[in-house]
């Protein structure tokens, strides 16, 4: 396993992991993948690279790695070793000017997720852990750097949150990610993504009302949060993500003294409380 060290100022803010930076196989044999993945990380401070157990490692990776339907893929990448590095350095740098700490540990993978390549631009991750982020890019998208400083600039927030907060509840996922996607806009930059811009504001309004009188913000049923963040038959796609967006602009907005270590502070529930969407 390949480790990268980031410094700033002298200090270590993270180390890039790549566990396995490029592989030749003229199978589709998905598991002989997998341990290509994860063979070499070890049980640490954030367990199994944010993992309790390999195992779940192992399970999350099958789910973000491959599609469902490529069963007849033969997995043969290479990843741009330095070009990965020069680009998430450059991002970890500015979000660790903004919020000190820094995230210890940046596990890159590939994915050969077309929704990934053709939606997400080529790259999305996962906050595991406090202070651990999973970095995928698809190997077969050219033009992934943009997306990838993007990407590492949304992780690290969540990475940040997980530090004194759990995300458990359709609240605090709702927060969770209004709050990533404003710090990423802010200190990395880039456009507002589609997936906060779905509907606007006055619907945006409407949807949470919606849940709050339904009484689903206290939710921790996995399927009522997947169906409020990925669709379901009453909810399209992406809705959670466009509530979040909207409820922590209104936030920032009544609140723009603040910064975004006294933002990070706050409990979800301020923080919808602050934004004048609670309206019970």
Same mark, same amino acid.
């Given at each position: 396993?390949?480790?990268?060290?980031?410094?700033?100022?002298?200090?270590?803010?993270?180390?890039?992991?790549?566990?396995?930076?490029?592989?030749?196989?003229?199978?589709?044999?998905?598991?002989?993948?997998?341990?290509?993945?994860?063979?070499?990380?070890?049980?640490?401070?954030?367990?199994?690279?944010?993992?309790?157990?390999?195992?779940?490692?192992?399970?999350?990776?099958?789910?973000?790695?491959?599609?469902?339907?490529?069963?007849?893929?033969?997995?043969?990448?290479?990843?741009?070793?330095?070009?990965?590095?020069?680009?998430?350095?450059?991002?970890? &740098? $500015? =979000?660790?000017?903004? +919020?000190?700490?820094? /995230?210890?540990?940046?596990?890159?993978?590939?994915?050969?997720? *077309?929704? #990934?390549?053709?939606?997400?631009?080529?790259?999305?991750?996962?906050?595991?852990?406090?202070?651990?982020?999973?970095?995928?890019?698809?190997?077969?998208?050219?033009?992934?750097?943009?997306?990838?400083?993007?990407?590492?600039?949304?992780?690290?927030?969540?990475?940040?949150?997980?530090?004194? &907060? $759990? =995300?458990?509840?359709? +609240?605090?996922?709702? /927060?969770?990610?209004?709050?990533?996607?404003?710090?990423?806009? *802010?200190? #990395?930059?880039?456009?507002?993504?589609?997936?906060?811009?779905?509907?606007?504001?006055?619907?945006?309004?409407?949807?949470?009302?919606?849940?709050?009188?339904?009484?689903?913000?206290?939710?921790?049923?996995?399927?009522?949060?997947?169906?409020?963040?990925?669709?379901?038959?009453?909810?399209?796609?992406?809705?959670?993500?466009?509530?979040?967006?909207? /409820?922590?602009?209104?936030?920032?907005?009544?609140?723009?003294?603040?910064?975004?270590?006294?933002?990070?502070?706050?409990?979800?529930?301020?923080?919808?409380?602050?934004?004048?969407?609670?309206?019970?």
């Amino acid at each position: 396993m390949k480790i990268e060290i980031v410094e700033s100022n002298d200090k270590t803010i993270t180390h890039i992991y790549f566990p396995c930076v490029n592989y030749l196989s003229d199978s589709s044999d998905k598991d002989e993948l997998i341990s290509c993945l994860s063979g070499e990380i070890e049980d640490s401070d954030s367990g199994y690279a944010g993992f309790d157990t390999k195992e779940n490692l192992n399970n999350y990776l099958r789910g973000a790695v491959f599609d469902k339907t490529d069963d007849d893929y033969q997995y043969t990448f290479v990843l741009d070793e330095v070009r990965i590095i020069d680009t998430i350095t450059k991002a970890v &740098k $500015k =979000c660790s000017d903004i +919020l000190p700490g820094g /995230i210890s540990h940046i596990f890159v993978f590939p994915t050969f997720s *077309q929704f #990934v390549k053709e939606e997400m631009s080529g790259t999305t991750g996962y906050a595991s852990w406090s202070d651990t982020i999973l970095i995928f890019i698809n190997p077969t998208s050219l033009q992934y750097d943009k997306a990838l400083s993007e990407t590492v600039g949304h992780e690290f927030n969540h990475a940040v949150f997980l530090r004194d &907060k $759990k =995300c458990e509840t359709v +609240l605090d996922l709702i /927060i969770f990610e209004g709050l990533a996607e404003h710090f990423r806009e *802010q200190i #990395v930059g880039g456009d507002r993504v589609p997936w906060t811009k779905i509907f606007e504001l006055n619907q945006a309004r409407i949807i949470f009302s919606e849940i709050e009188l339904e009484d689903l913000l206290q939710s921790t049923d996995p399927e009522i949060r997947r169906g409020i963040f990925f669709g379901n038959e009453k909810y399209i796609c992406w809705t959670g993500y466009t509530v979040g967006y909207f /409820i922590v602009r209104s936030f920032l907005e009544n609140n723009p003294s603040l910064n975004w270590k006294e933002i990070m502070r706050r409990q979800p529930k301020e923080i919808l409380d602050g934004s004048g969407f609670d309206n019970r």
